[in-house]
């Protein structure tokens, strides 16, 4: 695989350099990459996020959607080339299986996401990823999942 | 390519443990054999095989040897 073992770590929009999501649906604040193995992002979670305003006023908690987006970027920089940025042959999220929340975030924490990529072949590839409040312990999970992406070229042959 | 060599290339697939499936072995008994291991199926057969596999013969496939017959160079 092309950069395997190559590490990165990367913060804020140095992270554009890698991914091809930006803000608002890029919220990654720190992100250290071994590519072709696992990745771990930060994101620290601040009162005044875009998402809080909405969800809910009054009562804000970090959407689950936006933790499975992110918990899948995270996955997405361990084997993206740095072609796909170039020509937009950007991998897909085709699969995130068996997922549950155990716990919610809100401003002031910070989320942990690890990421490791267990295969990146034939087109596809698949990786478990956990996400973590403030520390990673079994306790502070706060989801865990395995997640598919596919190459859009791949798609085209269905 | 023996037989071995194309069971490997199954297992691997199939994230299995080399000896967890034989040509007898279900499909349906696979856990990751779902709709995005298909697709990798099918880049599969083509990049190893040079073989393209329609749709109707992916639902054909009934055991790991239905597979296997279609791995020829």
Known sequence: MEGEGNLQNLKGEEIYTLLPQRYPYMILDELHVEAGKMAEAHIYLKAEDWFFKCHFPG??????????????????????SPAALIDHQIPLM?????????????PGDRVIIQAELIRFKYGTARGTV?????DVTQESIVTEVKMGFVLPQVLSKK | MSEREKMALLEDLFE?????ITLETNLSDIEEYDSMTKLSLIVMMEDEFGVKLDSATIKSFVTVGDILAKMVK
């Not at chain 1, 956990?130 to 403030?134: D, I, L, Q, T």
């Open chain 1, 59 to 80: 009562k804000p908690i970090f959407p689950g959607f936006l933790l499975v987006e992110a918990m899948g970027q995270v996955l997405l920089s361990t084997f993206i």
């Open chain 1, 94 to 106: 085709t699969e995130v299986k068996n997922i549950s929340f155990r716990d919610f975030c809100i």
């Open chain 1, 130 to 134: 956990v996400a973590y409040k403030n």
């Open chain 2, 16 to 20: 299995v443990e080399e000896g967890d």
